[in-house]
DNA sequence: CTGAAAGCGCTAACAC
DNA sequence: GTGTTAGCGCTTTCAG
């Protein structure tokens, strides 16, 4: 640590700011030069002090990306996504953790970042667009969500709505009726976040479908881990709530739902048919195998990456840029009609 | 970001160390002083510059986690772990993420950082001992593992042996007789990582039970997704090699074994009876609900940390400290032979 | 209780 | 091709 870029240069019989040059790829260097330097850098150990070089360019080449979490999932590859997207830019990736609380959500995007950061990227899952659309946003920041405001904040659009209203048309061309929605808000402003937006595709589809939404069919959860998919069918079983499929919210809720349903005695697909969000890794080695809505969250995470990016660069344009995803919803066994396999697999012990 | 401390100060018509005063809570400021400065310092919008307080101090606050990945449940859980402690103790992480590569473990330990850190928490799963007791720690570093070495890096054990064994032994206790092991690493150096460690757990307690291993019951799996246990599995079956347990190096693998078990309608207890490793909230909620060896995670994230936070306030030992964590095999219905609920479970259709 | 001066280690601008 | 100078913004002396 005491080992100075002087150092270096004194040992390499030149002046730092050619160990500077070294370090940084100037191209004009003589070649024996270099390899001075570079020895002389090796034996005695040199790391260049990332603060100072950082205080004097005034950049850090950190980016934050603001999550609730990093186990569940849906954010656990999102976070590898974005540092792989941010590594291919020289930038770092610091991950801080709201674990849910709105404070913390807007302590953290107004600017009380652990380290100086460059720009933020931030997945919102408490404020809601009122709370959004009164923050000051301390740095370059891109919101991963539905479209909330134009502006200096870069946007980058999660196909929740249509996402969810698929899923629902998925549901209902297998033969729902009877449809629960796992995975509602009942928070104020809610209706702004991810959970209103899907519960909105859920009650759009109903309603371009002429299907009959059953309230005691929307069922509250607001964390989405499985746990909750769990207790929430759980919970209809035991009021004796009669339904035919599941739209949850994210692939966790489906997959403890799913547990629920198997334990219960409950036949799925043939009675049941369920739908997750997200379609992470998990869906596909669930049993049975779940179908899922994929939201396109590797070409969010390089998009959100390339736009924080430019706009750290000053390229960025004045107005908030909007990006939407693409959407898609992948099936498998948990909405398919039985077939050859579904019976192998009913003669199970 | 144009806004100075000296802006500050001037504003509140004082100095500027009045105002860092004020930041770091020195305590004898008048209280009409502080106040000023804090209006001062919210009219402006002022944020202190980390990178020029970090040069200052010679320290960043910033201690790194270099982990293989953070979707692997296990991991992930790990790291939201080590981030509370962090908090804390008022200290910043960083994940380095090593996607299971040698020479980015090396590189990153041995001082390849993209931002000064002040410590390193290191989790190596390709570098074995011989790797490790060759590398030039660049920053006070505790390992995650097994017993490695003494010398200036602390350790933090994980019964990965001891666990194993105590996993087998369940098994072998519920009749087992011919027990896989999913997970077996065949590279060079991998002896001495956690592969290497828990296949020795299993070794030993077949020879100490008297109960044969058998070569084709060794499963290599080099990445420890579901999907690896699910092939691992498949692989067994169609071959047609007989066996009625399962130690899977572990949850993510096991979880896919027990998938691929009940898709071929193995029924699992009953017929193959399977054990995981790490007790990952997963384990609690698959179907069946699997039986896992608990390692103390969270005792192991308070501890690292702990250490770390000694050493770099300079209040270390001279000599590696080493910790050993807990375990305990916590049994769920994936190894407990059938009762009501088992029989009411295998009526679903 | 508050202020003045010095310097942490690096690099942009310019001189040679 | 390489060296000199100056200063990024903060905080640690030490006066006052």
Chains 1, 2 share one sequence.
């Not at 299907?211 to 004796?240: F, I, K, M, Y």
Request: aromatic fraction near 4%; charge should be negative.
């Amino acid at each position: 640590m005491a080992v100075r870029m002087s150092d270096v240069a004194q040992r390499a019989g030149v002046s730092a700011k050619t160990v500077s040059n070294v370090l940084n790829g100037y191209p004009h260097i003589r070649a024996e030069t270099r390899t001075r330097v570079l020895e002389a850098i090796d034996t005695l150990g040199y790391h260049v002090n990332v603060s100072a070089r950082n205080l004097r360019a005034g950049r850090t080449g950190i980016i934050s990306l603001v999550i609730p979490e990093v186990t569940e999932p849906y954010f656990g590859e999102l976070t590898e996504s974005v540092m792989a997207a941010a590594e291919t830019r020289g930038l770092t990736v610091l991950i801080e953790l709201t674990r849910h609380v709105m404070d913390r959500e807007i302590a953290i995007v107004s600017g009380n970042h652990p380290q100086g950061v460059d720009g933020v990227i931030f997945a919102p899952t408490m404020c809601g667009e009122q709370e959004l659309r009164s923050l000051t946003f301390s740095a370059p920041t891109v919101v991963l969500g539905e479209r909330m405001f134009s502006g200096p904040v870069d946007n980058v659009v999660m196909p929740n709505r249509a996402g969810a209203a698929d899923a629902v048309r998925h549901l209902v061309s297998r033969g729902c009726r009877r449809i629960g929605a796992v995975g509602v808000h009942r928070h104020r402003g809610a209706g702004a976040v991810t959970a209103g937006l899907r519960l909105q595709g859920f009650l759009d589809a109903h309603e371009a479908l002429g299907v009959p939404v059953h309230d005691e069919l929307l069922l509250t959860t607001h964390v989405w881990r499985r746990a909750n998919g769990s207790t929430a069918v759980r919970q209809l079983l035991d009021a004796g709530t009669p339904f035919d499929g599941l739209f949850c919210f994210n692939d966790s809720l489906a997959l403890g739902a799913l547990h629920e349903l198997v334990v219960s005695g409950v036949p799925v697909p043939e009675q049941v048919k369920v739908v997750g969000f997200d379609d992470t890794d998990e869906a596909a080695y669930s049993t049975p195998a779940l179908t899922s809505v994929s939201a396109g969250r590797e070409e969010i995470a390089q998009q959100a990456v390339a736009l924080l990016h430019r706009r750290i660069s000053g390229d960025g344009d004045t107005d908030g840029v909007e990006v939407v995803a693409d959407h898609q919803v992948i099936g498998r066994r948990s909405t398919e009609a039985v077939d050859a396999t579904a019976a192998g697999q009913d003669e199970l012990g």
